[in-house]
Structures are given as C-alpha cells and as structure tokens.
C-alpha cells in the first residue's frame, strides 16, 4: 500500500506543539515497522526546515505567499496534490485545529485518516477559531467525511460523537505518549541543570502556556498558601505571561521565589531534567485532549496533581492525585503533602513510573 502522511506541522509554529509532537513522534515509529508500504510525506514546497526525521519520499505540495489564501489552497489545491501523490490512503494528522493551516480537506480524493487532538473550539467559549465560518464549517466537514477518525483520548471520542455527530464505530481510540528521551537521569545532569538556572530543591513546576483553560491563576493562588515558600518553576515563554499575574506575585511578596525559565523545545534535554528535579509537577487545566505533559512528567518519576477534567482523568490513572480545578485549598492541600511527606512522593514517584508505562509510541504506531 502506498500511504499519504502530512509532515507539514513540523514545519510550521505546530512544529512545538500537541499536534507537532505527535506527527513526529507517529512517523519516526510508523517508519521503523516492518513491512511493504511505500511512504509519501507531504512537505511545504519551499521550506527548508529540517524535520528531524530521514523522510523515505516526499511529495512537496503548494502553499499560498498570502496567508489569507491558505484556506482556499486547504481545501481545493491541496486534493490535487493528493491525487499527483498516487498514494491510497493519506493520513492527515490536524484534524481541528484554531487556525485555518494544517486541517484536513474536506474534499477527500482517496482514503483519508484524520487524527483529532482535541475540540477546544468548541468545547472552550473563550477559544476563539481564527479564521470564517465557513472555513471552521468545512474543518468539520472533513472529519464527517474521513474513512477513519483517531481520537487521542476516550474523552476526545465522546466529544467528537457529541459535537461533530461521528458515529463511534468510526472512531478508534489510540492515546499519545512521550518520547523516549523523558526518563530518569543520572544525579549528576539533573544537578547540572539545576546549577544552570540557580534553582534549590524542593520546587513546583508547571509546563506549558497561559491560556485561561490552562487555570495557571490556580497554581499561583494555590502556591502562595504553601509554607514555607518553595520556589515555583515555570517552562512557558516569557512574553506570553499575564501582567496580572506578574502584579500579584509581586504583592504576595515572592516574585524572587518564582522561576521563568522560558520556552523549552520538546527535545531539549533541560527540559527532561527539570521534570527530574521537581517536587511535583501541577496541571490544574480546565480541558486536554490529552495531556502529554503529564506522562512527561510521570516517566521522568516526578509526582502528579492535575484536574479533574477533560482527558485528565483517563491519562493520569491511579498515577498521580486529581483535584478540581478550582478547588485551590485541595490543590494547595496536595501540592503541601508532596512536599513535607518523603514516603508518600515516593509512593507517588512509583504509582506515576508505572502508570507512564501505559503509553508507547512503538505500541501506538503498529495500531
């Protein structure tokens, strides 16, 4: 069989993302079977951005100089370069996304797959989709009209039964995972890193954006009933982080005691060490597709405290600790007992090394 997959968000601003992350990591794995298939990676014709993978064949595809185009080049052009492909079934791998870029046509020459990460569109009302209606409404359309639909998450399945109106027996369920460079470090990487960035266990750390369903607010209030203060970590660009939460660090009085490290690459090796080195990592988000952080987190043995909400749930398992997301007294409460109570974050440390286990790239790509 000859098979279509799009490697375009790894050359786009997805590249660092959810949907990135999983293009990368499914193909580098859906390379390495064994087996007949010829593989065609559709690429943006043009760039030269290295993906990180050795690409079999590529097949590079059009895309428009003018941005307010893409949509129309989504949806008519992009079919075509399909079909010039020769190839019988293509994999896209944006199935929603917010901004009009690397969905899936809605115009389906051959047998298409579409990988859907999450509905945060629809499901967040403050999430505003970038772009028409009519091009949301074709997005859509191409997720009706696909062969076959891979939610990441069972949670991700029920929504898109109950917002996109996909019969479920046309949806199949296979979770993400993290790469396998998040493991347990040596003693001495770890301590390096720490030296780095002049941080002293024992600390929190959050990873990820700011956005409103990321709750970041909840850590901040739950994090300043903490005693004595601990230092709070933060992995996420700085620029992007609200001014009022700057204001209210300072009038709690611990603007020192917080950390901002910056965007780290998915790669990037102080990243893993960080999730080494931490106390407890916290993930209060209001809604995930999935949640990748959080086994990030939990295959580098550092305790979990997330939401109860969204995909959370079903990933973090019997791994780490769930509270609601805006009860900041039970955050607080959680956060606290990690801290002060060796036994029990190693009783953590273990429950999430374990329940990390659960989630392979090598079993998800021979699905």
């Given at each position: 069989m000859k098979i279509g997959f799009d490697v375009r968000p790894l050359q786009t601003a997805h590249r660092g993302s959810g949907i990135g992350t999983y293009t990368f990591n499914l193909l580098k794995h859906l390379l390495a079977l064994p087996g007949q298939d010829e593989w065609v990676?559709?690429?943006?014709?043009?760039?030269?951005?290295d993906v990180g993978i050795d690409l079999p064949g590529q097949f590079?595809?059009?895309?428009?100089?003018?941005?307010?185009?893409?949509?129309l080049w989504e949806q008519l052009l992009l079919p075509i370069d399909i079909l010039r492909g020769r190839v019988n079934l293509f994999h896209a791998t944006g199935g929603l996304?917010?901004?009009?870029?690397?969905?899936?046509?809605?115009?389906?020459?051959?047998?298409?797959?579409?990988?859907?990460?999450?509905?945060?569109?629809?499901?967040?009302?403050?999430f505003k989709f970038i772009g028409s209606?009519?091009?949301?409404?074709?997005?859509?359309?191409?997720?009706?009209?696909?062969?076959?639909?891979?939610?990441?998450?069972?949670?991700t399945k029920q929504d898109i039964v109950r917002f996109v109106q996909v019969p479920p027996e046309n949806i199949?369920?296979?979770?993400?995972a993290?790469?396998?460079?998040?493991?347990?470090?040596?003693?001495s990487e770890v301590q390096a890193c720490l030296e780095k960035y002049r941080i002293q266990p024992p600390f929190v750390l959050y990873v990820g954006n700011y956005n409103i369903h990321k709750n970041f607010e909840a850590i901040m209030e739950a994090w300043r009933l903490i005693h004595p203060v601990v230092p709070l970590v933060v992995v996420g660009k700085r620029d992007s982080y609200p001014r009022n939460l700057l204001d209210r660090t300072a009038e709690l009085g611990r603007s020192d005691a917080v950390h901002m490290i910056g965007d780290l690459s998915y790669n990037s090796p102080d990243l893993v060490a960080l999730y080494n080195a931490a106390t407890v990592f916290v993930?209060?988000?209001?809604?995930?597709?999935?949640?990748?952080?959080?086994?990030e987190a939990m295959r580098c043995g550092c305790p979990v405290i997330a939401s109860r909400r969204g995909s959370l749930p079903e990933v973090v398992g019997e791994g780490g600790r769930l509270v609601e997301p805006d009860d900041i007294s039970?955050?607080?409460?959680?956060?606290?007992?990690?801290?002060?109570?060796?036994?029990?974050?190693?009783?953590?440390?273990a429950k999430g090394f374990e329940n990390a286990g659960r989630f392979s790239w090598q079993q998800i790509a021979e699905k």
């Open positions: 990676c559709y690429t943006l014709r043009g760039s030269q951005q590079p595809v059009h895309r428009p100089a003018n941005q307010a185009h893409i949509g996304t917010q901004v009009w870029e690397i969905c899936a046509p809605r115009i389906q020459p051959v047998r298409t797959v579409v990988t859907v990460q999450d509905l945060h569109p629809l499901i967040l009302p403050h209606a009519r091009s949301f409404k074709w997005q859509m359309e191409a997720i009706r009209k696909a062969a076959r639909v891979i939610a990441v998450s069972e949670n199949e369920v296979i979770h993400m993290p790469g396998e460079h998040f493991q347990v470090l040596d003693a993930f209060p988000s209001l809604y995930e597709g999935f949640g990748l952080p959080v086994v039970g955050l607080a409460e959680e956060m606290q007992r990690i801290i002060d109570d060796d036994q029990w974050r190693e009783t953590m440390r």
